[in-house]
């Protein structure tokens, strides 16, 4: 089945610091890659949508420049948490769709997430 | 943009019980799936069933499209069946899903 790796699980930065985290599709093309962001005990929240090769489409409320999201290849995008601050630490899932049906994935797959704690 | 309500918010079983989750939405889909993640973090797709009936083992889904709500079925639940129930929905195949608030399950030996 589709697999999708997501890295680093867990990491933990300073203040004013720079963290990307990278999901990868690994058996799969990915047309199209999901960003969310979950905080403790709350629900995903869906923070942008990636194309291969075009810019991403954040949703309303979300700072690009400071969620910078970089989709080059159909197997790779990656999320940059730039001049991160305690308030953006949570749990980061990345989701990746392919280009067709997967029958009861219906394309979609999950990484297994990174957790941010920035002190 | 499309709400998704799920209900309950947390449910506590005994092992062997058996419990409905339901999510509510607000809007025509053409996309609907139940999640559930487990304590570490992962994401597990259940059903996709934007309509209709679906079984898999323990666990079995229906969604009534026309009057917007889906329902998920955990029968003789297992302390594996802990962690958080997620339905989502999109208005197309393929396209961005919209997360309810989830409801978090404990199942006790």
């Known amino acids: 089945g589709a697999v999708v790796s997501q890295h680093p699980s867990r990491v933990i930065c300073k203040s004013g610091t720079s963290v990307k985290i990278e999901c990868r599709s690994l058996d799969f093309q990915a047309t199209t890659m999901f960003w969310y962001r979950q905080f403790p005990k709350q629900s995903l929240m869906l923070m942008a949508t990636?194309?291969?090769?075009?810019?991403?489409?954040?949703e309303q409320g979300v700072e690009k420049d400071k969620f910078l999201i970089n989709h080059a290849s159909l197997t790779l995008s990656t999320l940059t948490v730039t001049s991160a601050h305690p308030e953006d630490s949570s749990f980061y899932i990345c989701?990746?769709?392919?280009?067709?049906?997967?029958?009861?994935?219906?394309?979609?797959?999950f990484g297994s997430g990174t957790r941010l704690t920035v002190v | 943009g499309i709400q998704v309500e799920q209900s309950p918010p947390d449910l506590i079983l005994q092992e062997g019980a058996n419990s409905t989750l339901r999510c509510n939405f607000s809007?025509?889909?053409?996309?609907l799936q139940w999640f559930h993640q487990n304590p570490w973090g992962q994401l597990i797709n259940l059903f996709y069933?934007?309509?209709g009936t679906k079984q898999n083992g323990r666990l079995s889904a229906t969604t009534v499209a026309t009057e917007r709500y889906s329902l998920l079925y955990i029968s003789s639940s297992q302390t594996t069946d802990s962690g958080v129930y997620f339905c989502a929905v999109g208005k197309a195949a393929g396209n961005k899903l919209t997360f309810g608030g989830g409801t978090r399950v404990l199942v006790k030996p």
């Open positions: 069933i934007p309509s």
């Open positions: 989701s990746a769709r392919s280009g067709g049906s997967q029958g009861y994935n219906y394309g979609y797959t």
């Open positions: 990636s194309n291969e090769g075009s810019k991403a489409t954040y």
């Open positions: 809007d025509s889909v053409n996309n």
